[in-house]
């Protein structure tokens, strides 16, 4: 009886494998990734570097220049002109309110139409949100603002609850899909052992939400603490204006000490900047799985 014994493949069969089961590279989309970077990276590393410069430096022509030597002098200005502690605090409460409010509001809209479907208020209740995302803030500011006025919330807190409502159909859409992937034989196993709705949501769903909730949160963080238009126009005191109001009010003071300004806008954007890197990778899976079912 023969044995035949397989042949043993070569150096260069192992290489032409795995050349083989090698992906090509997409250039198209790899040169728009890198002009997309440089179009973000380069404004950054120019406010970075004029906030870090003196006033002398800062009137020089060239301004992707490294600052020689570091200076805090455009800090220190600009916290003390734009009174940052406070526009800082003021837009810490108006973020973070609408951060929570989006989260719970939407999840539980979210809940009650997915599992409600078949219910003809609910299914034209989802219908009715996402028209409402088709109508910018422009189209109705000018009865917000008289809507506001006459409820006693033209200040911080309004602007909040306003973030909350525009901001739920966008949130309620993300909820919806993700919401659908969520197996139901989960929450009947749950009501067999007498939970209450309730208690299905918060204790099963609320907590398989969390990929999606950091997602929600993460984009009306971003929202709420950029946001110039709707503060603008709804807090009536300057003195408890958010940090991009506080900014172009302050704006003409600056004048041509561009290490004050640009100090200012860099003070106003690293929140937002080390909120999105902490939180991107949360951001990046409740996209991805709210996306298959």
């Known amino acids: 009886m023969s044995t035949t014994t397989a042949p043993v493949p070569t150096t260069t069969t192992v290489r032409r494998r795995g050349h083989v089961g090698q992906e090509r590279t997409n250039w198209p989309v790899t040169i728009l990734l890198i002009l997309g970077s440089v179009t ?12 870090f410069k003196t006033t002398e430096q800062s009137t020089d022509l060239n301004a992707f220049s490294l600052p020689a030597p570091f200076s805090f002098e455009g800090i220190q200005k600009a916290w003390e002109l734009t009174n940052f502690p406070r526009a800082f605090l003021v837009s810490l409460i108006v973020t973070l309110v609408a951060v929570a409010g989006s989260i719970l509001i939407s999840s539980m809209a979210s809940y009650a139409i997915v599992r409600n479907w078949d219910r003809k208020f609910f299914r034209w209740s989802f219908f009715y949100l996402l028209a409402a995302m088709f109508i910018p803030f422009p189209v109705v500011a000018l009865p917000q603002v008289r809507l506001t006025g006459l409820l006693g919330l033209d200040n911080y807190v309004g602007v909040a609850l306003l973030h909350i409502v ?30 209450t709705t309730a208690q299905t949501f918060w204790k099963l769903i609320f907590p398989l939400l969390a990929p999606m909730a950091a997602t929600v949160g993460i984009f009306s963080f971003l929202h709420s603490w950029n946001d110039f238009m709707m503060p603008s126009l709804i807090i009536s005191q300057p003195e408890w204006q958010t940090i991009p109001v506080v900014n172009n009010i302050f704006q ?11 100090s200012s806008y860099l003070m106003a954007m690293a929140p937002a900047i080390l909120v999105y890197i902490l939180a991107q990778r949360w951001v990046m899976s409740g996209l991805t799985q709210g996306a298959i079912k």
């Open 166 to 195: 525009f901001s739920l159909a966008f949130n309620t859409l993300l909820f919806t899909a993700y919401l659908r992937s969520i197996p139901l034989e989960l929450e009947e196993s749950m009501r067999v052992d007498g939970a």
């Open 40 to 51: 973000v990276l380069v404004p950054l590393y120019v406010t970075v570097s004029m906030a």
């Open 252 to 262: 003409t003071q600056f004048s041509n000490n561009y290490n004050v300004a640009f």
